[in-house]
């Protein structure tokens, strides 16, 4: 079955940096288009990034766009977010999606504070 595992999440100070990994498996991972998404404390969940199959399109939330940069390995199914110059707003649970499958991680925690 599909399967999105998140890791590297955690406590960060502002200006830090983090890297998420979403270890994918159950489906052919270089034909899909995956994206991080984030959702903070009483808010809706938001778009942060996503990336085409190959890896040649990647597209950035207006928030995040010069700080993030989201990659692949196909090699390894897996899909990464690194995220930095983290600002306190930056604070999410953040999840992977293999949106055209319907498909999403369980989430990682980040959260940035001195």
Not at 4 to 25: M, N, W
């Amino acid at each position: 079955q599909v399967q999105l595992v998140e890791s590297g999440g955690g406590l960060v100070q502002p200006g830090g940096s983090l890297r998420l990994s979403c270890a994918a498996s159950g489906f052919t991972f270089s034909m899909y288009d995956m994206n991080w998404y984030r959702q903070a404390p009483g808010k809706a969940r938001e778009f942060v990034a996503s990336i085409s199959g190959a890896g040649g399109i990647r597209r950035y939330a207006e928030s995040v766009k010069g700080r993030f940069i989201i990659s692949r390995d196909n090699s390894k199914s897996t899909v990464y977010l690194q995220l930095n110059g983290l600002k306190p707003e930056d604070t999410a649970v953040y999840y992977c999606a293999a949106i055209h499958l319907g498909f999403w991680g369980q989430g990682t925690q980040v959260t940035v504070s001195s």
